[in-house]
T-cell receptor
């Protein structure tokens, strides 16, 4: 079954420092991978996706993610974190055996400390 | 218009009430979804409509009844809910397949 794992529950980072949110995947075949962010009392917002092509994917709000096939990882990164980046981040993978279905990771709470 | 609009934002209901959640999008997306989300947890897929037809029902109890009156609207009818059904209900849409989902802000449901 297609799945993703987010090993950490919470990531704390000082404002201005690099931010990394980890995601590993388990799929058969080529993965379609996504990152979403959820701010308090809001729905999820799409950040970026990897389907094919360049392993470094650039997304919204200065975020990027690197697809690493050998390590089966798709970590989300931002060079310099802002307080406003504090939110819940979800990694997701497309589930091929059913249409229109994503498998989400458990989520990571990111806290950016001023 | 690049938004998914959900109403109401908050809903409190008793276990014997009948209520409905509504979702609307005008992006021309042909797939629409209902998700249930508990606090600090990932969203759980409930239903998917594709081209106005129900394509996925994730074994959701019959006290939740989805409806897709047209390609822009999605409803979730609620009846005889339980307190454990209290959650944030998210509507989403996409162009098709499991492409990028556009989520609404959600309807926060409390069942007393």
């Amino acid at each position: 079954a297609q799945s993703v794992a987010q090993p950490e529950d919470q990531v704390n980072v000082a404002e201005g420092n690099p931010l990394t949110v980890k995601c590993t995947y388990s799929v058969s075949g080529n993965p379609y991978l996504f990152w979403y962010v959820q701010y308090p009392n809001r729905g999820l917002q799409f950040l970026l996706k990897y389907i094919t092509g360049d392993n470094l994917v650039k997304g919204s709000y200065g975020f990027e993610a690197e697809f690493n096939k050998s390590q089966t990882s798709f970590h989300l990164k931002k060079p310099s974190a802002l307080v406003s980046d504090s939110a819940l981040y979800f990694c997701a993978v497309r589930v091929f055996y059913g249409n229109n279905r994503l498998a989400f990771g458990k989520g990571n709470q990111v806290v950016v400390i001023p | 218009d690049t938004e998914v609009t959900q109403t109401p934002k908050h809903l409190v209901m008793g276990m014997t009430n009948k209520k409905s959640l509504k979702c609307e999008q005008h992006m021309g997306h042909r797939a629409m979804y209902w998700y249930k989300q508990k606090a600090k947890k990932p969203p759980e897929l409930m239903f998917v409509y594709s081209y106005e037809k129900l394509s996925i029902n994730e074994s959701v109890p019959s006290r939740f009844s989805p409806e897709c009156p047209n390609s822009s609207l999605l409803n979730l009818h609620l009846h005889a809910l339980q307190p454990e059904d209290s959650a944030l209900y998210l509507c989403a849409s996409s162009e098709g397949g499991a492409n990028v989902l556009t989520f609404g802000a959600g309807s926060r449901l409390t069942v007393l």
